[in-house]
């Protein structure tokens, strides 16, 4: 079965996304990283927050603009929101519960991973037990504001582990610890 993987690149203070969902930091701190190639192999299907998925894209006025890893993987997406539109998208199945587009985005990954887009979508998914993995890339850069990786207001305790097949070069990476 396909495991659920949420990746994000994070400033070193905790932030995914600036404020307002601001993702312009983001664009000088994507070099090429063959390690983060690999894993985008290994992903099958997406499952994206609404927010994330019309939002702010750091690769805005480039040719890379709207694609997923900026052009580097194409595939089935599934966006959890509670506003399914009239429109079909190319590649993009709009589902209003978690557990459908948890079930939808795992069928569609073939066995690979479903990669996790958006901080809320994660934290709907590790409180409901579908998470399987984390893996976060640091930034050098301070925001001071945004969007926080995780965020959980009155605090919870998340037990991870790293994860010890990662990939060389992926150094936070980890499994969550069922209880």
């Not at 519960?97 to 990669?115: C, D, H, I, M, W």
């Not at 959980?152 to 037990?159: F, K």
Request: hydrophobic share 40%; net charge negative; glycine share 12%.
């Amino acid at each position: 079965m396909a495991k659920l993987l949420y990746s994000a690149t994070m400033s070193l203070d905790g932030f995914i996304a600036g404020p307002g969902g601001d993702m312009s930091w983001l664009a000088e701190h994507l070099t090429p990283m063959p390690a983060m190639d690999d894993l985008v192999a290994r992903v099958g299907a997406l499952l994206v927050g609404n927010r994330t998925f019309r939002g702010d894209d750091p690769h805005r006025g480039t040719p890379k603009e709207g694609q997923a890893f900026g052009g580097g993987w194409s595939g089935p997406q599934v966006v959890l929101t509670h506003h399914v539109p009239d429109t079909p998208w190319p590649d993009v199945t709009f589902v209003p519960g978690l557990p459908a587009a948890v079930e939808l985005a795992r069928k569609a990954a073939g066995g690979k991973y479903v990669n996790v887009l958006g901080a809320d979508v994660a934290r709907q998914c590790l409180e409901a037990g579908e998470l399987d993995e984390v893996l976060v890339i640091v930034a050098p850069v301070l925001l001071g504001d945004g969007v926080r990786l995780f965020d959980h207001p009155g605090g919870t305790n998340v037990r991870l582990e790293r994860y010890a097949d990662a990939l060389p070069g992926l150094d936070h990476w980890y499994r969550v610890v069922r209880r």
